[in-house]
């Protein structure tokens, strides 16, 4: 059973010999944020500075895989990367990095979350990818959001006993800064189909403002699944699409590549 922070838990979810997954506790009442580094009122801007494109990640570089379809000619407009982004956001984000911040969150252990999501991201391009930019996110909040749990993550991760993913490592730097769970979850997701659509402006191309409208077609997405999240159980985790997963696996034996994944 994987551990929460706190004494006080229920159980969701499934035995292993039930339905094959892990059983997570999660505490009966929701984790206080922890002080925020910027202040209770200030949080809002800080939330900013972290989602921007302009913070250096390296998300740039990376298509999680939809540069695969562009390959194949599947994805080739506007309405077909639309398509593609709606189903990314609803699945992939959904039931991986989405579902992990929130159960960071409820106070499931730190070091348990890391070693599923290590386990779920099948794709070792993804999975690297998540580690990439985790480990960015971490250097970056150490010097400019410092907190407590931020050290202890880095710590673990430093240790071997983490492997620092990304969404992990938001959700750290966000609760430190007293964001609430849903505001951070849509800021997140949001963050993420904004980087893969300036990518998708340079991969497939399209204009710029084809890019701005397929950002506002994907906030209505972010809304939906910002407020599904709360609903699922420890036994959604990992459960994305297998079509979304085999293209991403398919992408590191692709002849011509524009992006690390």
């Known amino acids: 059973m994987l551990s929460t922070r706190t004494s006080s838990s229920v159980t969701l979810g499934t035995a292993a010999g039930e339905g094959g997954c892990a059983r997570f506790a999660v505490p009966t009442t929701p984790q206080p944020p922890s002080p925020a580094t910027a202040g209770a009122g200030n949080y809002q801007l800080a939330l900013q500075q972290l989602v921007d494109s302009a913070l250096p990640t390296g998300a740039f570089a990376h298509s999680l895989g939809f540069e695969t379809y562009v390959d194949a000619g599947v994805v080739a407009d506007e309405a077909g990367f639309g398509t593609w982004l709606s189903a990314f956001i609803s699945q992939s984000l959904t039931y991986s990095d989405g579902l992990a911040i929130r159960f960071f969150y409820e106070g499931v252990d730190l070091e348990e979350l890391d070693s599923l999501l290590s386990a779920s991201l099948l794709p070792r391009q993804v999975r690297e990818a998540s580690l990439k930019m985790g480990g960015r996110l971490l250097e970056i909040g150490a010097e400019v959001f410092p907190s407590s749990a931020l050290e202890l993550y880095r710590d673990l991760v430093t240790r071997g006993q983490a492997a620092g993913h990304q969404p992990l490592a938001f959700a750290v730097v966000a609760r430190s800064l007293g964001v609430p769970l849903q505001e951070a979850l849509a800021a997140y997701l949001f963050a993420t189909a904004t980087s893969l659509t300036q990518n998708a402006v340079r991969a497939i191309p399209l204009g710029q403002n084809a890019?701005?409208?397929?950002?506002?077609?994907?906030?209505?997405?972010?809304?939906?699944?910002?407020?599904?999240?709360?609903?699922?159980?420890?036994?959604?985790?990992?459960?994305?699409?297998?079509?979304?997963?085999?293209?991403?696996?398919?992408?590191?034996?692709?002849?011509?590549?524009?992006?690390?994944?």
């Open 211 to 261: 890019g701005q409208r397929l950002l506002r077609q994907a906030a209505d997405g972010v809304a939906a699944v910002v407020e599904q999240i709360p609903h699922l159980t420890p036994d959604d985790l990992g459960a994305v699409s297998p079509g979304l997963e085999i293209s991403q696996m398919r992408h590191e034996r692709q002849r011509a590549r524009m992006f690390m994944s």
